[in-house]
Antibody, heavy 127, light 113 residues
Framework: QVQLVESGGGVVQPGTSLRLSCVAS????????MHWVRQAPGRGLEWVAV????????YYADSVKGQFSISRDDSKNTLYLQMDSLRVEDTAVYYC????????????????????WGQGTLVTVSS | SSELTQDPAVSVALGQTVTITCQGD??????TNWYQQKPRQAPVVVIY???NRPSGIPDRFSGSRSGNTASLTITGTQAEDEADYYC????????????????FGGGTKLTVL
């Protein structure tokens, strides 16, 4: 079955780095854009970043641009999120999610959504 | 960046109909998705592309969009529908990368009475 499994979370001090991984199975990973979404404790969902299937096209939320880097290794069916200079406000559960598209005309698609999501990995930034 | 606005909390009596709304300028351009999140679980899509239900989602869930407002309607609400619901769309506010950034609403906590 289609599955995403995140790992790499933990407790780190402010200013340090962490790399999250998301291993995909059950589908052709290289043909899908992949996203990271985070959720701070007791808060809502916040979109973090996307990487297209080409591996070169990437977009980031303003809150993490220049601080986080998204990448993928299609040979390992794995998505990554490199997080540098971590701040207390980066504390959150980080989810990876697969992008799906439908009703496309050329490069434009009417329906674009995230499914499935991984179970999440908790990152706690604290001194 | 664009924003999507949701009511923080909504309640509904068991078996009744409830509508959760989402407002934002991006909804004038891009379709809306809705995700259900239960405590300590990952989000699950219940509606995509404004009004499409993924397989396995009960047909009591439906969606619509008009102008800058999207709606999620649950008809005959069940106890298991109690959860947080998030709308989601692509961000239309960026001049050079419209549609490539994503945005979520703040979420609506649905209580079933």
């Amino acid at each position: 079955q289609v599955q995403l499994v995140e790992s790499g979370g933990g407790v780190v001090q402010p200013g340090t780095s962490l790399r999250l991984s998301c291993v995909a199975s059950g589908f052709t990973f290289r043909t899908h854009a992949m996203h990271w979404v985070r959720q701070a404790p007791g808060r809502g969902l916040e979109w973090v970043a996307v990487i297209w299937y080409d591996g070169d096209t990437k977009y980031y939320a303003d809150s993490v641009k220049g601080q986080f880097s998204i990448s993928r290794d299609d040979s390992k069916n794995t998505l990554y999120l490199q997080m540098d200079s971590l701040r207390v406000e980066d504390t959150a559960v980080y989810y990876c999610a697969r992008e799906n598209k439908r009703d496309c005309d050329g490069g434009n698609c009417y329906s674009v959504w995230l499914d499935p999501w991984g179970q999440g990995t908790l990152v706690t930034v604290s001194s | 960046s664009s924003e999507l606005t949701q009511d923080p909390a909504v309640s509904v009596a068991l078996g009744q109909t409830v509508t959760i709304t989402c407002q934002g300028d991006s909804l004038r351009t891009y379709s809306t998705n809705w995700y259900q999140q239960k405590p300590r679980q990952a989000p699950v899509v219940v509606i995509y592309g404004d009004n499409n239900r993924p397989s396995g989602i009960p047909d009591r869930f439906s969606g619509s969009r008009s102008g800058n407002t999207a709606s999620l309607t649950i008809t005959g609400t069940q106890a298991e529908d109690e959860a947080d619901y998030y709308c989601n769309s692509r961000d239309s506010s960026r001049q050079w990368s419209s549609g490539h950034h994503w945005v979520f609403g703040g979420g609506t906590k649905l209580t079933v009475l």
